[in-house]
């Protein structure tokens, strides 16, 4: 738990220090890089590759 709110503040203060625009990049890229990284669009880029 302490991590998470560890997590929290950092996004917090990049929010406060660097304005909201950094902090909607932050956020993007993160999804950019979840979405990348998921097991589930690993097993589906899987499947894909095996019925080409």
Same mark, same amino acid.
């Given at each position: 738990m302490q991590s998470l709110g560890t997590a929290w503040t950092a996004l917090v203060r990049l929010r406060n220090v660097e304005g909201p625009d950094a902090f909607e990049e932050v956020l993007e890229?993160?999804?950019?890089d979840h979405e990348?990284? !998921?097991?589930g669009a690993l097993v589906?880029?899987?499947c894909q590759f !095996?019925?080409?």
């Open positions: 890229a993160r999804k950019r990348r990284l !998921s097991v589906t880029q899987i !095996s019925h080409d």
